[in-house]
């Protein structure tokens, strides 16, 4: 099997996990009340719940810092995504609290580990490729949570229980899932992409290295912030502040989904095109003015542009931020990823209460500006994104066109 063969294999595999993952987390956020019913979850209780996934996840993304140093990342994927959708079965089956407290707990754990080996190997693949694709596999995330959205309004409109909602994309997705890791490009193996360039950006991930990573760290968290804001308060925010139906108020987030698939699509072109400093500053700006818009709108399509620009503009910036890390640590890109994949669950973690504690407290038109001047923050650590060895399209590319790996200039598309 000749090189560009194995790296698009391994482009496939990876693209389609982020896929699943994405069908997987969709399915769950999305039957959250059925889950509350099915289990007599409190109101009171339910946020104890919600809180403990991400929780657990951040405790296991650090442990899969210390666990990919012995099997690779490859091989943590391998066996975390099955457990993942196992997870979500056994959260359709129980019966009891603690069935769902364990199935939850399990969830957390295994997530933790999906999602940070994930990024691990597409910031690797990245490095071989010698040219931005990072974009590609959040988009397949994004279509992922698409199909998982409709599927659990399909499973809610026929008033079909947890367990059969969920059943079937786990029949379907599991082998399939699983025979696809045979393809997996690791790090270890993947063909060395790397020049002088590299040489010299090279640093350690000691206490100067996390010095170094946390700009990446602090944008991380302030888009998951922006991120679970429209996941938690669009359809309320569009019902009860901007007078919408019912109906209404459930399309914001699907079109949120649809616009964060578009922008991925065809993002990493722009990267290539005008590196990944000036997207992710673009990127910031539109999501800002969406979140604006959202918060000064006088009606509910008003607010529905404001959150189609949010789709358009967040989109890029997580993709981006972990393959900044990949780029500014290139000989501990797994470490890094693995302490910057944590900031995503503390931005979901802060995102929720923090704009429904000042939209209690004050107004939720009032409480849309805070994540806008939160995800602000990332202008001022735009050039932690690295201006030109990001631009892989331009200048880098063609510096490495004569290797085999970078099919962009060779004429072997991938």
């Given at each position: 099997?000749?090189?560009d063969?194995r790296?698009r294999r391994?482009?496939?595999?990876l693209?389609?996990?982020f ?16 889950i ?26 650090v442990?899969t ?20 959708l196992?997870?979500l ?6 019966t009891?609290l ?14 933790g580990?999906l ?10 693949l ?9 974009l ?18 399909a499973?809610a ?12 994309a ?9 025979y696809?890791?045979?393809?997996y490009?690791d ?5 060395d992409?790397?020049?002088?360039e590299d ?14 990573l ?10 998951y912030i922006?991120?679970?804001?429209v996941?938690?308060?669009?359809a ?8 919408s ?11 949120y989904m649809?616009t964060?698939?578009?922008g991925?699509a065809?993002?990493?072109?722009g990267v ?12 910031t700006?539109?999501?800002a ?10 009606g509910?399509?008003?607010g529905m ?6 789709g ?8 981006q ?7 500014l ?5 797994d470490?890094?990823?693995?302490r910057l ?7 979901f973690l802060?995102g929720?209460?923090l704009?429904g504690g000042i ?11 805070v ?5 602000l923050?990332?202008l001022?650590?735009?050039r ?7 631009r ?12 085999a790996?970078?099919v962009?200039?060779?004429?072997n598309?991938?």
């Amino acid at each position: 099997m000749t090189e560009d063969v194995r790296l698009r294999r391994g482009r496939g595999s990876l693209g389609f996990s982020f896929f699943v993952q994405g069908v997987t987390f969709a399915l769950l956020v999305t039957r959250i009340p059925a889950i509350q019913d099915r289990y007599g979850i409190s109101d009171g209780l339910l946020p104890a719940f919600l809180a403990a996934v991400p929780i657990l996840a951040g405790v296991s993304s650090v442990a899969t810092e210390h666990l990919v140093k012995r099997v690779g990342p490859a091989t943590v994927l391998r066996w975390a995504q099955p457990l993942v959708l196992l997870a979500l079965l056994g959260v359709g089956a129980g019966t009891q609290l603690w069935h769902a407290a364990l199935a939850l707990g399990a969830f957390g754990l295994s997530v933790g580990a999906l999602d940070a080996s994930m990024n691990m190997l597409g910031v690797s693949l990245q490095r071989a490729y010698g040219r931005s694709i990072m974009l590609g596999f959040h988009a397949a995330y994004s279509l992922g949570g698409i199909v998982g959205a409709s599927a659990a309004w399909a499973g809610a409109h026929w008033h079909l229980s947890l367990f059969t909602s969920y059943l079937p994309a786990v029949v379907v997705l599991l082998p399939l899932a699983f025979y696809g890791s045979r393809f997996y490009v690791d790090q270890q193996d993947a063909k060395d992409a790397k020049d002088a360039e590299d040489a010299v950006a090279e640093k350690g991930l000691g206490v100067g290295g996390f010095r170094l990573l946390l700009p990446l760290c602090l944008v991380m968290a302030c888009a998951y912030i922006g991120d679970s804001t429209v996941s938690n308060w669009s359809a309320k925010y569009l019902q009860d502040v901007l007078g919408s139906s019912e109906q209404l108020a459930t399309v914001p987030y699907n079109v949120y989904m649809v616009t964060t698939l578009i922008g991925r699509a065809v993002g990493d072109l722009g990267v290539r095109r005008f590196g990944a400093v000036a997207v992710v500053r673009i990127g910031t700006v539109v999501a800002a003015g969406g979140f604006a818009v959202v918060a000064a709108a006088p009606g509910a399509w008003t607010g529905m542009l404001g959150f189609t620009l949010l789709g358009i503009g967040l989109c890029v910036i997580v993709p981006q931020t972990f393959a900044a890390a990949g780029r500014l640590f290139p000989s501990a890109s797994d470490t890094a990823i693995a302490r910057l994949n944590i900031f995503n669950y503390v931005g979901f973690l802060i995102g929720s209460p923090l704009v429904g504690g000042i939209g209690d407290a004050w107004s939720y038109r009032g409480a849309m500006l805070v994540p806008m001047a939160l995800v602000l923050v990332t202008l001022f650590h735009a050039r932690s994104f690295g201006a030109e060895v990001a631009r892989y399209g331009v200048g880098h590319e063609r510096r490495a066109g004569d290797r085999a790996v970078d099919v962009g200039r060779s004429g072997n598309e991938v």
